[in-house]
């Protein structure tokens, strides 16, 4: 738990000293490991826990088993959805495109961003593990097969998302290399319903989630079993053998 703590408070640390410090391009010192591991510490956290309850002689709080519990984890999943959508100005056209956020916004952003993904999928790994709606979903082979790709979806869906927007100007905005709905108030993908959902967002999630599990898929099986494959087999030649006489065969 100290480490987990240790990981998110550098992670913090490290975000706002690049945007405090003058550091450019500040947006790519935003994607190194160091700068998301606040994300993945989440996820650790939610291991370590489920593994601590489930060793012998612990349980989880029997609070946990309540009923309600999913409904309050998912009721402040979409509280930190429309706080990140519509509260902190990121939905203003003065903040679409290659333009530099606040740093009070860029912190609040990354906060409310692991917010979302911790207490949504809270009910997935706490609580009952046999019962119920959530474990049902989960059970389902093709739920399970996501989950055996979802880190090439975590990795390619940006790329999926930023050719989708090239595709939706098809060619016709004014600065060339910007998608047209970062810079133009026209564009008709815009944020002015609940969340920024709209027509055209719905278009831009479902391109952006069927290309990136495709992409995903492929990688996974072209590149990350095999890799991971490796892990199991000697890397390494053998050490030599030596007989009695000390000579190597």
């Avoid at 099986?221 to 390494?236: D, I, Q, S, V």
Wanted: glycine share 8%; hydrophobic share 55%; proline share 6%.
């Amino acid at each position: 738990m100290a480490g987990l703590c240790l990981l998110y408070a550098v992670s913090v640390a490290f975000r706002a000293w690049v945007l405090t410090a003058g550091i450019e391009p500040a947006g790519m010192y935003k994607t190194w490991l160091v700068a998301r591991t606040d994300l993945f510490a989440l996820g650790m956290l939610l291991a370590v826990l489920s593994a601590w309850w489930s060793a012998p002689g612990r349980s989880e709080p029997r609070w946990l088993a309540h009923r309600a519990v999913p409904w309050v984890s998912w009721c402040l999943a979409l509280l930190a959805l429309h706080w990140v959508s519509k509260e902190i100005g990121l939905e203003l056209m003065e903040n679409r495109g290659p333009v530099p956020f606040t740093t009070s916004q860029e912190l609040e952003m990354q906060l409310l961003y692991g917010a979302f993904a911790f207490f949504l999928l809270v009910p997935a790994v706490l609580g009952p593990q046999s019962t119920g709606a959530v474990r049902h979903l989960l059970a389902r082979r093709t739920v399970q097969w996501l989950g055996l790709i979802s880190y090439g979806i975590y990795l390619w869906h940006e790329a999926a998302l930023g050719a989708f927007l090239v595709w939706w100007d098809r060619g016709d905005c004014s600065v060339p290399g910007i998608p047209c709905a970062w810079i133009d108030g026209s564009s008709e993908i815009g944020w002015h319903y609940p969340f920024g959902i709209d027509a055209a967002f719905v278009e831009m999630g479902v391109f952006m989630l069927l290309t990136s599990v495709a992409i995903a898929a492929l990688s996974y099986y072209a590149a990350e079993r095999p890799l991971m494959a490796l892990k199991n087999g000697p890397l390494l030649p053998a050490p030599l053998r030596r007989d009695r006489r000390g000579s190597a065969r």
